[in-house]
T-cell receptor, first 120, second 109 residues
Framework: GAVVSQHPSRVICKSGTSVKIECRSLDFQATTMFWYRQFPKKSLMLMAT?????????EQGVEKDKFLINHASLTLSTLTVTSAHPEDSSFYICSARDPLAGGPRQETQYFGPGTRLLVL | DAKTTQPNSMESNEEEPVHLPCNHSTISGTDYIHWYRQLPSQGPEYVIHGLTSNVNNRMASLAIAEDRKSSTLILHRATLRDAAVYYC??????????FGTGTLLAVQP
């Protein structure tokens, strides 16, 4: 249980275009999902908290107009990188927590496999 | 800013125990300590977490200092499949996770 998927797994786009990344909780409902970005040989950096039915909460320094987050259902959050530039090339990872899980799983976040974005 | 630091890399021999340290210099009293590991081009995999007491599961053990300013992930018998980047992280039940700097573990046969 507690599986999170992401689509696509990798994407290449031209500079100036927009790219949408999907994050799905496959066997549980997630009122909150998280989006991270990871540069090569670096740790994960939290970008934003995605809240179902309300606005996302962005971390300091993350442009909300550039990284659009939509959490329209309890199993799907999307991250759209608008007007992508080469510096946006990175590994984007989402995570979710199962709010109905009991025991130790209650505090555990489950991560998707990540999406590799390359902007040319 | 939170400072969750780890050694850049560690090396172990197969079948031997490994102790991976993490410093939680600014952890809050209600934040859990989590450990994840990550293989190249994959998402992090959950290993273990705890609040104050030491924890054991089938993958590893977690030792938490009494003042919670440090924790140690213990792999009792390292295998080649345990080679990965190990991250400690801090976060509450409903809060975001803030990741440490990560330790690249190499396991020698």
């Amino acid at each position: 249980g507690a599986v999170v998927s992401q689509h696509p797994s990798r994407v290449i786009c031209k500079s100036g275009t927009s790219v949408k990344i999907e994050c799905r909780s496959l066997d549980f409902q997630a009122t909150t999902m998280f989006w991270y970005r990871q540069f090569p040989k670096k740790s994960l950096m939290l970008m934003a908290t995605s809240n179902e039915g309300s606005k996302a909460t962005y971390e300091q320094g993350v442009e909300k107009d550039k990284f659009l987050i939509n959490h329209a259902s309890l199993t799907l959050s999307t991250l759209t990188v608008t007007s992508a530039h080469p510096e946006d090339s990175s590994f984007y990872i989402c995570s979710a927590r199962d709010p109905l899980a009991g025991g130790p799983r209650q505090e555990t976040q489950y991560f998707g496999p990540g999406t590799r974005l390359l902007v040319l | 800013d939170a400072k969750t630091t780890q050694p850049n890399s560690m090396e172990s021999n197969e079948e031997e125990p490994v102790h991976l340290p993490c410093n939680h210099s600014t952890i809050s009293g209600t934040d859990y300590i989590h450990w994840y590991r990550q293989l190249p081009s994959q998402g992090p995999e959950y290993v273990i977490h705890g609040l104050t007491s030491n924890v054991n599961n089938r993958m590893a053990s977690l030792a938490i200092a009494e003042d919670r300013k440090s924790s140690t992930l213990i792999l009792h018998r390292a295998t080649l499949r345990d080679a990965a980047v190990y991250y400690c992280a801090e976060g509450g039940a409903t809060n975001k996770l803030i990741f440490g700097t990560g330790t690249l573990l190499a396991v020698q046969p």
